[in-house]
């Protein structure tokens, strides 16, 4: 109860730098765990071994956590040469008309002779510029959001919270949430591949990654409902 809590809070950053995606705060969280429970069943749940149920909740709530962004970090990232790269060759995109237009904007800023900008330009600027920015950096960023998930979950002081406090899990088992959290945003190999079948959990207990891996990903894929996609 208290992790939730505590995890509710920090997912609720996410909005303020993806505005324009799906609802990735703790209501998307609940459904995967709420859609995970569906496809198991009352019997299966009763059988599942402490660890897995404990890693099964937590990586529910943890998975997304690569996609806070404070601005700190965007700051240092936007200057980057590697972003600076990633800027222009957006500017080439063809899949999506948005971002494409968004990065043009931004690198024609150090361009454009403000003199001779028309009231209205002028006026709209400070919030086509705040637009373009959410859509540059939510594309950056959402490519390796899972990455940054298991980053964050092995570090989670940069975020200001505690994830362990007092350390009564072993660290093996944190590692191994943010491989299960990785597995939800890469091939369906690489879970396969990287989690094993079954490995020691807690104390005398057994743990399933794989297994608890494929649950996050269709529990992510299944939080389809109204409201959170049009």
């Known amino acids: 109860t208290m992790d939730k809590e505590v995890y509710s809070k920090a997912l609720s950053n996410?909005?303020?730098?993806?505005?324009h995606y799906s609802m990735h705060d703790s209501s998307h969280s609940a459904s995967i765990v709420n859609k995970i429970e569906m496809?198991?069943?009352e019997g299966r749940i009763k059988s599942l071994s402490p660890t897995d149920t404990f890693m099964i909740l937590e990586s529910a709530y943890l998975h997304?956590?690569?996609m806070i962004i404070s601005n700190a970090e965007l700051l240092e990232e936007w200057q980057k040469p590697k972003f600076?790269?990633?800027?222009?060759s957006l500017e080439e995109s063809t899949y999506d008309e948005d971002i494409a237009k968004s990065a043009k904007f931004i690198l024609d800023i150090n361009t454009q002779d403000k003199k001779t900008l028309d009231l209205k330009d002028y006026v709209e600027w400070p919030v086509k510029v705040k637009n373009a920015v959410t859509i540059i950096s939510a594309e950056y960023f959402?490519?390796?959001h899972n990455i940054r998930s298991a980053n964050w979950i092995e570090n989670p002081q940069a975020l200001g919270i505690d994830i362990n406090f007092n350390k009564p899990i072993p660290d093996r088992i944190i590692r191994l949430i943010?491989?299960?959290s990785i597995s939800h945003g890469t091939s369906f190999e690489y879970t396969f591949n990287s989690l094993?079948?079954?490995?020691n959990g807690i104390g005398t207990d057994k743990v399933h990654p794989r297994f608890?891996?494929?649950l996050l990903r269709i529990g992510d894929l299944l939080d389809l409902d109204n409201g959170r996609f049009n």
Not at 84 to 88: E, G, N, V
Not at 196 to 199: E, L, M, Q, R, Y
Request: proline share 3%; with cysteine.
């Open 64 to 66: 997304d956590f690569g």
């Open 212 to 214: 608890i891996g494929c």
């Open 196 to 199: 094993d079948k079954v490995g």
């Open 39 to 41: 496809l198991l069943g």
């Open 14 to 19: 996410i909005v303020s730098s993806f505005p």
């Open 142 to 144: 959402r490519k390796r």
């Open 178 to 180: 943010g491989k299960v």
């Open 84 to 88: 600076q790269r990633f800027l222009k």
